[in-house]
């Protein structure tokens, strides 16, 4: 039975802010695939986008006021304290060894990050350490791309409990409940233009971002 090992999920992205739709995903993500705990990953240099305009401190600081008290999620600074650019394997290589070669192991990404996948460093790496997840995401449901289905088609698994029979080297697509078509850039633009984010973001990160004027004169 594989109840009785742990399931730890890990959740990287630029979080730049985090907001509604990354939180709301989280939870629901916490309760479908039972975890113990996810790991919400800030990411330092993300490689394949362009520097964010608000400091890694900042952004992880959002990211805290953001989780607050909700059970199961954690705001995970690993990838700040790394020099250079953050690797999702590397940071999928330091939870295994952390939680062992029992515990299920899970990266979850959108939609949207899933179809730039064969762009990253080494990505069928990441099939030695975890399991990957795919959530569906608002305003994308295109194809895949050649490369990308024979990167994952020989991994797809159909359910949650056949994906946590072993530790890593399974590729499942999920639909949470609710989806929210929200993203971190819509709220940029917004605070550029002065408008309100108000039920885009949390109370405490609303406040945040006004109390410190983020993201006011970025882009
Ligand atoms: P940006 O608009 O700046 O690209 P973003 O809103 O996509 O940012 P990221 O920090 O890049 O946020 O996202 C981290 C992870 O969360 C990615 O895997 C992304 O696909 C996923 N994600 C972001 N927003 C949502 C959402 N509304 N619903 C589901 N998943 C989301």
């Not at 400091?55 to 008290?69: C, E, T, V």
Request: proline share 7%; with cysteine.
């Amino acid at each position: 039975m594989s109840l009785k090992f742990q399931r730890i999920g890990m959740l990287g992205g630029t979080f730049d802010p985090i907001h509604l739709g990354h939180l709301r995903s989280a939870v629901e993500l916490h309760e479908a695939l039972s975890l113990d705990q996810l790991h919400m990953i800030p990411a330092q240099q993300p490689p394949l986008r362009d520097q964010p305009q608000v400091s890694a401190r900042q952004r992880l600081a959002l990211l805290k006021a953001g989780i607050g008290d909700t059970p199961g999620l954690l705001a995970d600074d690993r990838e700040l304290l790394r020099d250079g650019p953050s690797y999702s394997t590397d940071t999928l290589a330091e939870l295994r060894a952390e939680y062992g070669e029992n515990t299920r192991l899970v990266m979850v990404i959108g939609f949207d990050a899933f179809l730039r996948l064969t762009q990253w460093h080494q990505p069928a790496r990441i099939f030695e350490f975890a399991h990957l997840v795919v959530i569906a995401r608002p305003g994308y449901g295109d194809p895949l791309p050649a490369p990308l289905m024979e990167l994952v088609e020989h991994r797809v698994v159909d359910s949650v409990e056949e994906l946590m029979q072993r530790s890593c080297g399974g590729f499942l697509s999920l639909e949470l409940p609710s989806l929210m078509a929200i993203s971190a850039t819509y709220i940029r633009k917004r605070l550029k233009a002065g408008k309100s984010v108000r039920y885009l973001v949390p109370p405490p990160v609303e406040q945040a971002i006004a109390r410190y004027g983020l993201y006011q004169q970025c882009e």
